[in-house]
């Protein structure tokens, strides 16, 4: 089964930027939409960015502008540049398929938007 170890968080002041990376155990894209989701102090997880088979992508109005969703197909690993981060990004972020039942989570990373 496919497992996903997410990468590149930190602690960075307002306005700073970020990229995550989402490895994955085995190739999956060509079967499924991916999508970055994230979990922030008594919040539920939320999907933020996904990127679709085909490579369209969409994102949640709070990031909208601010995000940017991609893939490496080639190695197997998926990208979230966060730009402009805001306090309220705050969260462990998570990457997953996008599919009924969310495959095992990886462990995510925390990012932490704070002056």
């Known amino acids: 089964q496919v497992q996903f170890v997410e990468s590149g968080g930190g602690l960075v002041q307002p306005g700073g930027s970020l990229r995550l990376s989402c490895a994955l155990s085995?190739?999956?894209?060509?079967?499924?939409?991916m999508g970055w989701y994230r979990e922030g102090p008594g919040k539920q997880r939320e999907i933020v960015a996904w990127?679709?088979?085909?490579?369209?992508?969409n994102y949640a109005d709070s990031v909208k502008g601010r995000f940017t969703i991609s893939r490496d197909s080639a190695k197997n690993t998926m990208f979230l540049q966060m730009d402009s981060l805001k306090p309220e990004d705050t969260a462990v972020y998570y990457c997953?398929?996008?599919?009924?039942?969310?495959?095992?989570w990886g462990r995510g990373t925390q990012v932490t938007v704070s002056s």
């Open positions: 997953n398929a996008i599919r009924g039942t969310p495959f095992p």
């Open positions: 085995t190739s999956i894209f060509s079967r499924y939409g």
């Open positions: 990127i679709l088979r085909d490579g369209a992508t």
